[in-house]
């Protein structure tokens, strides 16, 4: 197992706390008000934040500290009792990367949020608690063993708010996007297969349901250090090398292992 699955989730203490929240807000509030032209260079724990302020204005509030962290416990909680175990790295496994995701679902124009990789529901927990009344729609590959106690809980919690496509996303998300030509996403987040090919594709199919108006792309696992960083990155940075994708933010964890970036489509004027 590589070094950044051996970690487990803990309720943090209050300081490590408070400097995830002020990370996590100096990161966020950079990203939606910043003006600063995009960096290149990336140190671990470094956060490069800018965006255009006219693009991600209006509706921004600090994230409901004990609500998403009750959120993540109960989680955890759900997947205990059926005793279960994740084994997979998760974002609930950084705190910096859980309240960053949240403090963007708090903005008010976010209604809804689709993802690439539900495994083990961290990230859609924290989504859906973080926001009174986004939809999720996640896409993913079945997980035989933990996969049906934690969807079954975020469906218990946010009844009427999640929505899951089983199925090889590559296949998935086209067809989605056939039978619902009006659903565009505010929040876009790639954490699905880790080849570079599902990561490709999955950024380009999610291309064409980005929200017209504005929106924002995550990519997990990205400027970090571990295997399974390399192919996602390499599409993240074809992407922004193509000029399709324009990178925003980016954080590197200070050991190294985990990273990730946040973006946005250049869309074509139809």
């Known amino acids: 197992m590589d070094q950044s699955n051996q970690q487990r989730w803990a309720r943090p ?7 995830a929240v002020a990370l996590s807000l100096f990161a966020a509030y950079g990203f939606i008000h910043s003006n600063r032209p995009p960096h290149h260079g990336y140190a671990p724990g470094q ?22 962290l009750d959120a993540q416990d109960s989680l955890t909680e ?25 403090l963007v679902a708090q903005q008010e124009w976010i209604k809804t949020i689709c993802e690439t990789g539900f495994n ?34 975020v469906n218990r919690t946010f009844p009427g708010r999640f929505y899951i496509t089983d199925g090889d996303s590559t296949v998935t998300l086209p ?29 380009r199919n999610f291309y064409h349901m980005a929200s017209p108006r504005r929106h924002i792309v995550l990519m997990d696992d990205l400027r970090c250090k571990g295997g399974y960083c390399v192919e996602p990155m390499r599409a993240w940075d074809q992407a922004v090398a193509e000029g399709w994708l324009n990178q925003r933010a980016c954080y590197t964890k200070s050991d190294g292992w985990r990273g990730w970036c946040a973006g946005e489509y250049v869309l074509k004027v139809e």
């Open 120 to 153: 083990g529901g961290h990230s859609s927990v924290t989504w859906l608690s973080s926001s009174w009344d986004a939809t999720l729609f996640s896409f993913d590959l079945p997980h035989a063993d933990y996969g049906p106690p934690a969807r079954a809980h």
């Open 175 to 203: 067809r989605f996007r056939e039978a619902n030509p009006n659903l565009h996403c505010d929040v876009i987040h790639v954490d699905g297969g880790h080849s570079y090919e599902v990561a490709i594709a999955d950024l």
């Open 47 to 68: 956060h490069v934040v800018s965006a255009p302020s006219a693009h991600y204005s209006g509706g921004f509030q600090p994230a409901p500290l004990p609500t998403v």
């Open 78 to 102: 759900a997947l205990k009792k059926a005793g279960v175990v994740v084994d997979e790295g998760n974002s609930m496994q950084v705190m910096e990367q859980t309240m960053y995701y949240a």
């Open 13 to 19: 203490s209050f300081p490590v706390l408070i400097g």
